[in-house]
């Protein structure tokens, strides 16, 4: 990754700005702190096209609701992953034309929409006041009449607590003449009708008001209310109807809809080019800029800068200066297949620049460990089968892609592993393991678990020896790790040499633990100063730690005897129900159902664990991380990938 | 009923307690969940999984119970005669899954909730939140593996 300075006139600015985009391979770097340094300062300002960028964001968000209220009627199912669609740039530009059709397009569509929306909150209003008439229906005067010559008419609430019986009473003794009918009721409220004469008015009113009645009027509504409701639901029906017809006319053709993709994807690639704005200095007739360049690009970058007569001058990092990260495929041809494992990596966090890409080391016991916790033919297959499958059919890309061939890998060792220890869907169908059946040996696995365990951790150690040295730090190295082997191998065969190494290996076992303690001490003593001469008295606890890592690995064990226990316990469930069709009928329920949540969860548990043992036991040992992902100025478009190489 | 069987019953209900654990974490991450599904309804699949996490120690309590079971023939077959002290080793090889799996499944849950609230700000971190969740199981995996030896060492 090297450093790119450009100098360039303004007038070819937009034409180098459009090439570097549509090559993509350079990453622009913010300039804000030269305009704090006062040389720089005096004769350079930021060249920036916010009002630009903004203009073309609203334009895109309008396309994007667009595109989406036509998905949501055309019936065109969205696929689990989107795959961009290749299209050449000749064909970009001829669907797209000068974008005038489309925009007009889109003007139309948008139109409709908002139509669409103000009929939708019609509809909306007419069905609640619809709700809050249907309690009157029994009332028959009109809704406008509050009066007669000598009669006051009121229509009103009461509580649905209140006693409406002994309102009315109370009603009738402040006057001889009223007339009340509770109309209806529902959970709150009932629904009154209340007629008295004017002179009576203020007795009766009073009389009521103190059980609860509250006046109610239909402002702005005449006639009666059964007049009212048709007159509703008649409008009702032609809004539904207007509203299907709009809905109707939402529906555009695949053409019309993939030129208004194209028209969206060039919104982005506009937008993205008045950003890169934001990251270069102008003068009047000049701009700078700086980007990072990954090596294998420079040539075409020089060449395009050249193209535009601009002056370039690329160089190599300083020494330590940071540097975007850009992982690669392993130049080892054994390794290369490992680069999707990077997945796991990514969801840690990428290397710095200056460190060593884990994952071809750590890809081939990711893949052990999910295996040997997951081990079985069957849930192998299903695994590799399915992933295999959403690879081909939908052809995802990035990171779904890169997880879903890590899980294709894995799917596969599961397979493998379920072979060794003889599974398959538990024991549904009885298989000889090939090597043996972790249930009747578990010791042995658990001791097999913490060997792989250790030769883990070990590899792990060589890189940090291995960046130790490559950094000079040769003693370092010997201190850190070299003599820790020895000591922890030491350890190793003291506590088990005699018994399952060979006779005599205790023995040898103990004087290499010793040589090794009195080492781990002496170097600290030699290193460092001061109190830190006596830390390597500290470091020998540090043996705890190694011993909590290599048990850490027991996880391989124990989850892999969940998982085929679990699976032979619902094969169990499932013979219990008995023999005969019944038999058979819920001994395929169960298995089918038992299976998929076994499945599920310990492909989630063998992922999950598997990562923690690279995570926390493998990358504590040497993996820094923290390195910024290489984002290079880049067509990055949203519906369409636009393939600028013309296919010879 | 021999007490010796009786024993070994009841080291299979201890060892099947470890559900207690698992309701509470699942249902604490639930808790979590609604509200940040509430806020993003898309958030739905990454969430479920954080929350199926601290379900596992009552997967690993319903096995050492099924093996324990099993050994003693309850399931399926005659029941074996079992000796008080073996009863007693069982009853003690359910113990490790069922105790430990009650406090892990809870704490999981607590810390697989705190990772649906990440995952509500910084959707893209859902690993690190599922990691720090799955360093809780540890230690219910190791439970799990201590129930197994002891129970696979256990004569009848």
Not at chain 1, 369 to 375: L, N, R, V
Request: with cysteine; net charge negative.
């Amino acid at each position: 990754m090297n450093k790119l300075s450009v100098i360039g006139l303004e007038s070819e600015k937009e034409a180098v700005l459009a090439g570097l985009q549509k090559l993509g391979t350079v990453q622009l770097c913010d300039q804000s702190d030269k305009l704090t340094d006062a040389d720089w300062a005096s004769i350079i300002h930021k060249d920036s096209e916010e009002d630009r960028a903004a203009r073309l964001e609203s334009e895109l968000a309008g396309v994007d609701s667009v595109l989406d209220t036509v998905s949501r009627y055309d019936g065109e199912k969205k696929p689990l992953f989107f795959h961009r669609q290749a299209v050449s740039e000749k064909e970009f530009g001829s669907i797209l034309g000068d974008g005038e059709a489309v925009r007009r397009e889109v003007n139309e569509l948008e139109g409709k929409i908002r139509q669409w929306n103000d009929i939708k909150s019609e509809e909306n209003g007419i069905v609640s006041q619809q709700a809050s008439l249907t309690p009157w229906a029994s009332y028959t005067l009109p809704l406008d009449l509050t009066e007669t010559r000598t009669v006051r008419v009121v229509t009103g609430v009461l509580p649905a607590t209140a006693d409406a019986e002994e309102m009315k009473r109370k009603a009738e003794e402040a006057s001889d003449a009223v007339e009340i009918q509770i109309l209806g009721q529902d959970g709150e409220q009932q629904y009154v009708s209340l007629l008295c004469m004017k002179q009576d008015e203020d007795a009766v009113m009073d009389a009521v008001k103190a059980y609860g009645f509250t006046p109610a009027s239909f402002k702005g509504l005449s006639g009666t209310v059964s007049d009212n409701l048709g007159r509703l639901a008649g409008r009702l029906e032609e809004v539904k109807k207007e509203e299907k017809e709009l809905e109707g006319q939402f529906v555009i053709s695949p053409k019309e809809k993939e030129a208004l993709r194209c028209y969206a994807d060039e919104l982005v690639v506009q937008r993205d080019r008045a950003r890169a704005g934001e990251n270069l200095l102008a003068t009047k007739k000049a701009f700078f800029l700086e980007g990072w360049v990954p090596e294998e690009a420079q040539a075409e970058v020089l060449k395009l800068l050249d193209a535009h007569d601009c002056w370039s001058e690329i160089r190599e990092p300083e020494k330590g200066e940071e540097t975007p990260t850009l992982l690669k495929p392993s130049e080892n041809k054994w390794l290369r297949w490992t680069y999707p494992v990077r997945a796991i990596t990514e969801l840690y966090s990428l290397p710095k620049s200056y460190e060593v890409d884990p994952t071809p080391i750590f890809a081939i016991f990711y893949i052990i460990f999910f295996g040997m916790m997951f081990a079985d033919i069957a849930y192998g297959l299903i695994l590799a089968g399915l992933t295999f499958f959403a690879l081909k059919k939908y052809k995802p890309e990035g990171m779904a892609n890169r997880l879903l061939t890590t899980l294709l890998y894995c799917g596969i060792s599961t397979a493998i592993w379920g072979v060794l220890f003889g599974g398959f869907f538990g024991d549904l169908v009885p298989v000889k393991p090939m090597w043996m059946n972790p249930l009747d040996n578990a010791m042995f696995i658990l001791a097999f678990s913490c060997i792989l365990g250790v030769v883990h951790l070990f590899i792990g150690m060589g890189v940090k020896a291995y960046m130790q040295i490559k950094n000079g730090q040769v003693f370092d190295a010997f201190c850190d790790v070299f003599i820790w082997y020895i000591f922890l191998i030491g350890l190793g065969l003291l506590l088990f040499g005699d018994n399952y190494v060979f006779q005599g290996a205790g023995e040898l076992g103990r004087d290499m633990a010793i040589i090794g303690a009195i080492v781990i001490v002496g170097c600290e003593f030699y290193r460092g100063k001061g109190i830190g001469k006596l830390l390597g008295l500290w470091n020998l606890y540090g043996t705890t730690s190694y011993l909590a890592d290599i048990l850490s690995y027991s996880r391989l064990l124990a989850l892999g005897l969940a998982s085929a226990v679990i699976a032979q316990v619902f094969n169990m469930l499932g013979r219990m129900v008995g023999k005969g069709v019944v038999g058979i009928i819920a001994f395929i329920l169960i298995a089918v159902v038992g299976h998929t949540v076994n499945f599920a969860i310990n492909a989630l548990g063998s992922f999950v664990h598997a990562s923690r043992l690279q995570y926390v036991e493998f990358f504590g040992k040497f993996y820094e991380g923290g390195g910024a992902p290489f984002k290079p100025f880049t067509q990055d478009t949203k519906y369409v990938n636009i393939v600028n190489k013309e296919e010879k | 009923m021999s007490l010796g069987q009786a024993l070994a019953i009841f080291g299979a209900a201890l060892a099947a307690l470890a559900g207690v654990g698992s309701a509470l974490g699942v249902g604490v991450a639930g808790e979590a969940a609604n509200g940040v599904v509430a806020e993003d309804p898309n958030k739905f699949g990454q969430t479920l999984v954080l929350q199926a996490l601290p379900g596992t120690q009552g997967i690993y309590g319903l096995l050492v119970a099924f093996l324990i079971l099993s050994k003693i023939g309850l399931l399926g077959g005659g029941l074996l005669d079992v000796s008080v002290e073996s009863g007693l080793s069982l009853l003690a090889a359910g113990a490790p899954v069922g105790i430990v799996g009650i406090w892990s499944g809870w704490a999981q849950g607590k810390a697989a909730a705190a990772g649906i609230q990440l995952i509500a700000k910084r959707p893209s971190e859902l690993a690190k939140g599922m990691i720090y969740a799955a360093m809780v199981e540890t230690y219910a995996v190791l439970a799990l593996l201590v129930s197994f030896l002891m129970y696979s060492n256990v004569k009848l």
